[in-house]
């Protein structure tokens, strides 16, 4: 055991005749770090990246909720009224009637354009 231990220490491992095993190991073992290095890498600079997608969708979420209450604001009949009044043009005082069409009308209609 004595004999193993120092062998190891003095790397005779890396120059005895079966040595060529070893270091084929060895340098799949680095290979396999680098590949595992790399892949870590890859992954924070994902994770960072949809951190930072998520902060801009929560961003142009709040924007979008704004515009929308702003548009709903804009949209209200006493705005509109208001902006219309600047420009000297005023609500109806009469009420809007509503135009109903008879079917007989429409049929005898369409048979006039048709012939």
Known sequence: MKNRVHSVLKARFLIDDDAVKNWRFIVFVIVLTLVMIANTQRFEQK???????????????????????????????????????EKNIFPSTVPPVKIEVKKEEEKSFFKKIWQ
């Not at 142009?60 to 208001?82: A, C, P, Q, Y």
């Open 47 to 85: 994770v960072f990246k949809i951190s930072e997608l998520t902060n801009q969708v929560k961003e142009l979420r709040s924007e979008f909720v704004d515009r929308r209450s702003e548009l709903m604001k804009l949209k209200m009949e006493s705005t509109v009224s208001e902006k219309m009044v």
